[in-house]
């Protein structure tokens, strides 16, 4: 099925820590993350091999991003996929906080 005949919507699943693509009402994708205090730290992005090629991770990650906008945080690309994208969308710069040292042992810590 093609993208354009199939309905896409993004969701945050807060239990869950993570935001999900879905395709006519079945999960194609996820980005995950965690929150550190002001900061919303995405740390792993994947798409279903079933539906790669169609743009969706970009999809995924445009509205995560702009939902995290909206609720006032800050951005920490942590996952390879968010900090490419981020290279290439700078309208999420003035939000975006570096990857330190200290984030990445609070996201082990927290991934346990």
């Keep these: 099925m093609s993208q354009s005949s199939a309905a896409v919507t993004v969701e945050r699943v807060d239990a869950g820590h993570r935001y999900e693509i879905l395709v006519d009402g079945r999960r194609a994708g996820l980005t995950a993350y965690r929150d550190r205090e002001e900061q919303r730290v995405f740390f792993h992005t994947e798409v279903d091999q079933a539906f790669a090629g169609q743009g969706l991770a970009?999809?995924?990650?445009?509205?995560?991003?702009?939902?995290?906008?909206?609720?006032?945080?800050?951005?920490?690309?942590?996952?390879?996929?968010?900090?490419?994208?981020?290279?290439?969308?700078?309208?999420?710069?003035d939000i975006t906080d570096l990857v330190t040292p200290d984030v990445l042992r609070w996201l082990e810590t927290e991934l346990g």
């Design 58 to 93: 970009a999809q995924l990650v445009q509205q995560a991003l702009a939902d995290v906008r909206r609720s006032g945080k800050r951005i920490v690309p942590v996952c390879p996929y968010v900090a490419k994208f981020l290279k290439k969308h700078d309208e999420f710069a």
